[in-house]
């Protein structure tokens, strides 16, 4: 399939594999420590097998860049008691409806009697608002700055057209505070970022720039196809060869320098930033919340229901915080694949198909199999 | 990184391994979808209160003998409720479903359909025209299947005590040979072969609701497979296991044979046939084709040294135009099925996981 098949090409991967293998020689030991940052370069790199194609002395660490993911239990909590409330239509995207809450979630709500609808977009959400004027309809609206213009035009077209029966229960978070957090968090030492792809064609490359000026790491805005992430890989490792520390466009077909100025226009125009908002596994973050600003605050599903507020401690067995810092790998979580498989979630990670833990339970357990095998018969 | 975790791994496998049991309190869409949760409900619910040798093997349909003694022909049965929506798609309609889905769990066992039953649930206020078309599709079908359609039931509910149509068919077929084909009878070294491309069904139906508002070519797959497994049956020695992949698509299909079998299925994505249609309806909504449902496509596993003869008998068929080995089995790792990617890796694929969207059938 045209504009597809160029950027999977198996030919052009072990050029460009070999590439990384030969200047990541050159820098030698210790490994390379690379955090791809979001969950979209995860699902590539276990759904193509890329760490395969990598030599031992680059590992990859899975970052927070998973909306669905970082969304405390708190906030499903909150959501979910909007959902049960008399009247409403509670909407929002797929991968939510499985996220477990503190004892049930979006789905199982659904399955007790809460109108639960998934949407594509919040344009189907305020559809439906108009099309059901006696009811209640709230869109849970998550993402990072890709999903937020949808979320804003939605608010504006509901503000324009006086739609009274719409409102947003909002979530979006911005990427460079996380980044920022992850930066300072001591425990964790990176040599450099595979940079947001999807969130950059929106703000723009040039927002990292900090990154290499003030932390001293490169840093390479990728696309999401399995050549792309292999190709900022190599240009990172190039980087880091030659002594560079630079923000880099690898994605640009998609991504400029400024970014897309009529999309921050719209969030600027409807969203103002939290002073604190709870990511999970990351802590509260400081201005890394987006909320609706008081032209717009009659949208806002907040201040419309009374919801609990409450910030919810992660279920003990669970270490969706260490996996979305990187400290620690899905499969040294004492629950992954046992009682937490992706039927069964007890973490947000195990939800989304961008989750560490989802993609790596769901493609990535064979090589730890054939070990097995190996071991099996020596 | 360091693997030494190979126990972890030994969990992962004993726990997909665990008998299933059903832990929500109340039924969800994710229970009726073909995946995991349906296998929860069918073997750790409905078999823990039917069980019996038959219905043990679950299998996509009960084969036994009438009299008992040995030398009687076999006969096979099933039954199959068809609640799709729309009711109407490109490429048929409930009705063509309704007669298609059971004459094709029939034909699975090698059984030749002969009688279909059809159960009706009509909600208030459903226009006849519309029931005449899906009745006529019927009749359509039963003739290309060579069935007919014997006895049946009728029952009106009020409005919104049904969606509009629901459709129960069952069916009776005859096994004219001596060959028995079962999910748990493949061995390291067979062939798996596909008789279609993938995916056309369940795309057409997700495209049909119009809430995504793409506009393609794309049409419903659904066909009766007898007269393709009739001429299969010609050489009846060497197949092992024959599945339509519908609900949870290929993907789901294959593990349930590894699982079965407890071999290692190795599919290879280059020889997966994908319309290009489907593939570019998968990427834009984040899809894997491997679990769209399939309403006309067969998934036969066969002992290598008969594959091509086989695939050469497929291959003048209408309906296996476009069949292929797609992979084959392997000793180890058993009970998983592996794909090499076009990209040169290669991954797990599991059997599908909550709904990927609900009434395809």
Redesign the interface.
Known sequence: ?KY?DEY???KI??RLAEEIRRISARIGDPPLKLMEVCGGHTHTI?????E??LPPNI?MIHGPGCPVCVIPLGRVDDALAIAKREGVIFTTFGDMM?VPGSKTSL??A???GADVRMV?SPL?ALKLAKRNPDREVVFLALGFETTAPSTALTVMAAAKEGVGNFSVFCNHIMIVPALKALLDSPDLKLEGFVGPGHVSAVIGARVYEFVPREYGKPLVVSGFE?LDVLQSVAMIVKQIAEGRAEVENQYTRFVSRDGNANALAAICEVFEARDYFEWRGLGSIAHSGLKLRKDYSRFDAELRFAVPGLRIADPKACQCGEILKGVK?P??CKV????C????PIGSCMVS?EGACAAY?????????????A???P | MEFTTSPLFERVERARRRKPRVKDEFITLAHGAGGKAMHELVEGLFLDYFRNPLLETLEDQAVFEIAGDGRAPRLAFTTDSYVVTPLFFPGGDIGRLAVCGTVNDLAMSGARPLYLSAGFIIEEGFPVADLKRVLQSMRDAAEEAGVQIVTGDTKVVQRGGADKLFINTAGIGLIEHGARFSAAKVRAGDRVILSGSMGDHGATIMIARGELELETDIRSDVAPLWSLVEAMLETPAGIHAMRDPTRGGVATTLNEIALASEVCLRIDEQALPVRDEVKGACEILGLDPLYLSNEGELVVVVAAEVADQLLAQMRQHPLGRDARVIGEAQAEPPGIVVLKTAFGGTRIVDMLVGELAPRIC
Do not use: C, H
């Open positions: 399939m597809v999977r090409t198996g991967a072990g276990f759904k193509y097998g890329i395969d194609l590992q499985r789905l199982q659904k399955a007790e594509y189907d399995p790998k499969w040294e992954f694949g046992a009682a498989a992706p039927e069964t198909s339970y769901n493609f990535g357990r064979l090589s730890k199999l054939a070990e097995r095998s071991v099996a018969k």
